[in-house]
């Protein structure tokens, strides 16, 4: 029997083998495949993109279902309500973005060029430009593993946060509770975007934050300084064999601000008292500069490395493991600890493994 190497199916291109794998094309396989893997209680792992996990050189010992549902569904569309669409969890999402721009459906235009799948999106309420998921998804239907039931979730009940849902909340080493089937988004119809939440990518398409742009200008913009930033998967650029961002931006106290140098940059957190900093600032002024790690007596051997075009990716250079990744990780948090007394912690899941 042919071993399934999670390597061959992350962004990062890291990971050992699964004990058992299976590839589910409908909502009726996706819940068969984890009620079977559940009722022989094997551990799951739900798979969609694979772009936002890490998992242990050692593999997997139970069953990877991968979440291979494609296609939507246009449940409504008129001027004044604008489009509700359904989309199956393992409909590639950048995929969505495009034909959403193409046919005047407006609102998740910044979110271009995010790699993975539908399903994956509400889970960590994916976000860049100042946008994310949690403002165009309507409900999300899952399969609840602990109720054998199909259940359903409105905006408000999945608790939406920064980079973080119910979904997330109630994953426990990467096994979900709820099982993502289909993703409902309301977006409005129109060829403008949602108004530009970024200074970058105001300053990109010529307009004030706060203003609205064409969405295909918007979209071509997000995939140009994404590209720069190695933030778009690309099979020939080993600065996207990524998790995308490996540490989430750091959520702190105002007088844990403070304490920072003047030129910090520093976000408004939603929450009162609290500040939002830059991970990769951090991590630059922390000594770790792009391309960290490439020196064949690093660490990591060279064999993964801070992206050369970004500090906040750590990416494969070519022949890493997991433990690779892992140990510019732990370098640069630890690095970022002794000079800032700041703990970063990781985006990604991680399956099997500790930071
Ligand atoms: C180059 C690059 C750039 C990136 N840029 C961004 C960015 O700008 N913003 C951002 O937020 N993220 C970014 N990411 C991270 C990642 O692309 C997103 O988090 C994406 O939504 C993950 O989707 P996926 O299908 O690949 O999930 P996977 O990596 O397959 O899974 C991630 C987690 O979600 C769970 N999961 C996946 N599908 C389901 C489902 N159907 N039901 C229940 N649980 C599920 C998995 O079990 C796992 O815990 C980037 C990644 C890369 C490699």
Not at 87 to 114: K, Y
Not at 166 to 179: D, F, M, N
């Amino acid at each position: 029997m042919t071993q399934t190497l999670l390597s061959s199916l992350t962004t990062a291109g890291v990971g050992g083998p699964a004990a058992r794998y299976v590839e589910a094309r409908t909502e009726a396989e996706i819940i068969d495949a984890v009620r079977t893997a559940d009722a022989a209680g094997e551990q799951v792992l739900i798979l969609g993109g694979g772009s936002n996990l890490l998992v242990a050189d050692g593999g997997f010992a139970g069953t990877v279902v991968k979440i291979a549902s494609e296609g939507f569904t246009v449940n409504a569309e008129d001027s004044c309500g604008g489009v509700a669409v359904v989309v199956q969890a393992g409909h590639n999402w950048d995929a969505l973005v495009e034909h959403a721009v193409r046919h005047a459906w407006s609102g998740i235009e910044a979110l271009s060029g995010i790699p993975g799948a539908t399903g994956g999106t509400p889970v960590q309420n994916v976000g860049a430009y100042g946008a994310d998921v949690s403002q165009t998804i309507a409900a999300v239907r899952t399969w609840d593993r602990q109720r054998n039931a199909v259940q359903t979730f409105t905006n408000s009940e999945l608790k939406f946060g920064y980079r973080d849902s119910i979904l997330k909340q109630t994953t426990v080493e990467g096994s979900p509770r709820y099982v993502v089937l289909t993703v409902e988004f309301q977006l409005p119809l129109g060829r403008m975007s949602a108004p530009i939440r970024y200074a970058e990518l105001a300053r990109a398409l010529g307009v004030e934050v706060g203003q609205r742009a064409y969405s295909n200008d918007v979209r071509r913009e997000v995939l140009r300084l994404r590209a720069s930033k190695g933030m778009v998967w690309d099979a020939e650029d080993r600065d996207t064999y990524s998790t995308g961002s490996f540490f989430t931006n750091p959520i702190v106290p105002a007088q844990t601000a403070e304490r920072l140098p003047a030129d910090a940059p520093r976000f408004p957190a939603g929450a009162a008292g609290m500040v939002k900093l830059s991970a990769a600032w951090l991590i630059d002024r922390a000594g770790f500069g792009k391309g960290f790690g490439l020196e064949p007596d690093s660490v990591s051997g060279g064999r993964a490395s801070l992206s050369t075009k970004h500090t906040l990716a750590i990416t494969n250079r070519g022949g890493a493991s997991t433990d690779d990744v892992l140990a510019i990780a732990r370098e640069v948090r630890r690095g970022v600890a002794d000079r800032f007394g700041i703990e970063l912690h990781p985006e990604p899941l991680l399956i099997g493994v500790e930071l």
